[in-house]
């Protein structure tokens, strides 16, 4: 089962990195350009234009290597579910950004209304679900914590949404939401073989390998946005994996760069409104303030990698304990 979970991670990678010029060259054709906000880094007006959209080969390509390896597993299919719908809405949200001209695209209640709906219906399934129940696995703990149905689907729903927006927010520097997705992938194959869930490994090292060959187009300079297409995507592809396994709880410790930029904007919005305009960042999420700090944007990005990797290792040391190794 090895070989196949190393198999998914290489397949969707090399389609990826296959398909990307082909899938670049079409949306240059159309012109689907990325808008750049202009109250944001003077240095991302020059990022103007570049392709968005680009989140449609990391989806494409993760969802056909899972396809080809693990073709029939329910619980490998509802992560599916959740990876294509958070996407479909992503997508929906920048067509009308793009084509449209809207800068703020899908409104904000109908695409949370999207999600949440996305959300109760694969939570429903996972409390339903034999093998899963209303129960989590606590970090460094020997126990697992019972709640009641109707939590555990609160529970389960609030981290598939809120992680889909938090990779969402963690999107806006070249290759800083594909590499931290990345790590977070890989750290949850981990788990799900220490749990032996082999297909659900096999779908996460799909979903890092696809963010890899992402991030061969979307490094610095990027020739390639994801859009909210690849980062709600994304998002929800790591909340499903932690419902169906039962680690919600670890999420927050492995996703903690995520948690950091959300963080980072409840903070500034509530310190600007409390105090009549004052700022604790000089701009929210949290990767703009170091860039208006005066760091270049490849070391905000290589620093926030290598704070992804201590998150991953630091959920995973506590896994050995909540599955009783």
């Not at 079409?26 to 990022?47: A, E, I, M, S, Y």
């Not at 914590?145 to 963690?170: D, I, R, S, Y």
């Not at 419902?243 to 930029?261: H, K, M, S, W, Y």
Request: hydrophobic residues 55%; contains cysteine.
């Amino acid at each position: 089962m090895l070989v196949v979970i190393l198999y998914a991670a290489l397949l969707a990678f090399f389609i990826a990195l296959l398909a990307g010029p082909s899938l670049i060259g079409f949306l240059r054709r159309l012109r689907f350009g990325q808008n750049v906000r202009q109250d944001g880094p003077k240095t991302h007006l020059k990022k103007a234009g570049t392709p968005t959209m680009g989140g449609i080969l990391i989806v494409a390509a993760s969802t056909i290597s899972t396809l080809i390896l693990t073709p029939g597993h329910v619980g490998v299919r509802y992560c599916l579910l959740a990876t294509l719908g958070f996407a479909l809405i992503g997508f929906i949200d920048d067509f009308i950004i793009v084509v449209a001209k809207r800068s703020l695209g899908l409104r904000a209640r109908y695409k949370l209304f999207g999600q949440v709906l996305l959300g109760v219906a694969i939570s429903l399934y996972a409390v339903t679900s034999p093998d899963i129940g209303s129960s989590i696995l606590v970090p460094f703990t020997y126990q697992a914590l019972a709640l009641p149905p109707w939590l555990f689907v609160v529970l389960a729903t609030t981290t598939l949404v809120g992680t889909a927006n938090a990779v969402n927010f963690t999107d806006g520097l070249d290759g800083l939401a594909a590499g931290t997705t990345a790590v977070a992938a890989v750290a949850y194959a981990l788990i799900c073989i220490g749990l032996q869930q082999w297909e659900l490994a096999t779908f996460a090292a799909a979903i890092a390998g696809a963010c890899l060959g992402f991030t061969w187009f979307n490094a610095h300079p990027a020739q390639v946005i994801m859009g909210d297409t690849g980062s709600l995507g994304l998002g929800a592809a790591l909340g499903a994996l932690a419902i169906f396994t039962r680690t919600e709880l670890f999420l927050a410790i492995i996703g903690g760069v995520f948690v950091i930029e959300t963080l980072s904007i409840m903070l500034q919005v509530s310190y600007f409104r409390l105090t009549g305009g004052k700022r604790i960042f000089r701009m929210s999420p949290l990767h703009h303030h170091f860039e208006l700090m005066g760091w270049p944007e490849t070391k905000v990005v290589f620093r926030f990698w290598i704070l992804a990797f201590v998150f991953a290792v630091l959920g995973l040391a506590g896994l050995p304990a909540a599955i009783g190794l």
